[in-house]
């Protein structure tokens, strides 16, 4: 990308200042009127011009104002990726929240996303906690009715598996929670080939629950990430790019289409360094399918063990200064959370 000078950046960061506010084209007189600007309208003009030839401004056709490109947003997510952070009372809020709710996976997942979509206006995702080599830390068998049992699958990391099993007899509660204790005690901490390598005596009961588990820890080290949180949707229908646009609208299936997104996520984040914010702009043209949006990920956690990741999508006019910084902010908080909480 050319270089601006500093006056051509000063109007570039304006243009996509009021552009994300007002989704309206941007003219010289106007920019002078609403920001006092000691330039006339034709100086301003000018340097539009000087910006559209250089691609981070286009017109959308003869006399109207002007509007931000991808390349404009660029240029402007660059200058500003490392140099943003939420206001510390925001940030003291969210915290809060969290450390207010229970010590719970999923409450945190699904708290993530909700902040996540209110303060960015945009459509969020999380991903639950995850990790590639997966480790049991504690199975629970619940006894339902008659012989069906629930087993409740904790993974070191948070990430949880349940699963309805009908087993061959009834047993009763205490004979399941003596098993499920029997099979703690030997496996906490450990992955399906340390698991394998026991030499233990085991009932038919412990034996059946077993294979049932170690299937359940395989299917888990094979997933690219863990369950998938998302929230906000109606805030990105309801701008006016998805509201008038069905291409645009499409986008959003990406993030419904867990396939789709896996290949998103593998593509940006998932091999990059714990709390790095990414910021994919219109596809990058890599996508068609988010030509016209734009997706800020990071991933959180603790490489090796658990990590996960969180991001929101939204039209290419988002606000990205404050996007940016809650993205990052939350994956710290959630990779704090994960540390301190889900591997003890």
């Known amino acids: 990308m050319k270089e601006l000078t500093e006056r051509q950046n000063f109007i570039l960061t304006l243009v996509i200042h009021d552009y994300t506010q007002n989704a309206q084209p941007i003219g010289s007189q106007y920019l002078v009127e609403r920001y006092n600007l000691e330039m006339s309208p034709a100086t301003v003009r000018n340097e539009l011009s000087a910006l559209d030839d250089s691609g981070y ?12 490109t991808d390349v404009g947003y660029r240029y402007f997510v660059g200058r500003l990726l490392n140099d943003t952070e939420l206001p510390q009372t925001t940030q003291r809020t969210i915290s809060h929240q969290f450390y207010q709710s229970r010590q719970d996976t999923e409450q945190w997942m699904r708290l993530a996303a909700s902040v996540l979509a209110h303060q960015s206006n945009a ?22 009715r008659g012989r069906q049992v629930l087993m409740v699958l904790v993974l070191m990391g948070g990430e949880i598996h349940q699963q309805v099993l009908t087993l061959a007899e009834p047993f009763t509660q205490e004979q399941l929670s003596t098993s499920a204790n029997r099979i703690n005690s030997m496996c906490s901490g450990l992955d399906t080939s340390s698991i394998k390598k026991l030499a233990v005596s085991l009932n038919q009961l412990e034996e059946d629950i077993l294979k049932l588990m170690l299937q359940e820890l395989h299917n888990s080290s094979s997933a690219l990430t863990g369950e998938i949180f998302m929230d906000g949707f109606s805030n990105v229908l309801a701008e006016p790019e998805f509201a008038n646009s069905e291409e645009a609208r499409k986008s959003l299936h990406l993030l419904e289409e867990r396939s789709k997104l896996e290949n ?3 593509r940006t984040v998932l091999h990059s360094s714990i709390g790095g914010v990414q910021v994919l702009i219109g596809g990058e043209g890599k996508d068609e399918d988010l030509r016209q949006c734009s997706v800020v990920l990071a991933r959180y956690g603790v490489p090796g063990l658990a990590t996960g990741t969180l991001g929101v999508l939204g039209p290419t006019r988002m606000f990205y200064g404050k996007t940016i910084s809650t993205v990052r902010f939350m994956a710290g908080l959630l990779s704090d959370l994960v540390t301190d909480n889900l591997l003890e």
């Open 57 to 68: 401004l286009y017109q959308p056709h003869t006399s109207a104002g002007r509007i931000p």
């Open 123 to 144: 459509a969020s995702v999380v991903t639950a906690p995850h990790t590639t080599k997966a480790r049991l830390k504690h199975i629970e068998l619940i006894a339902t």
């Open 264 to 266: 998103l996520l593998d």
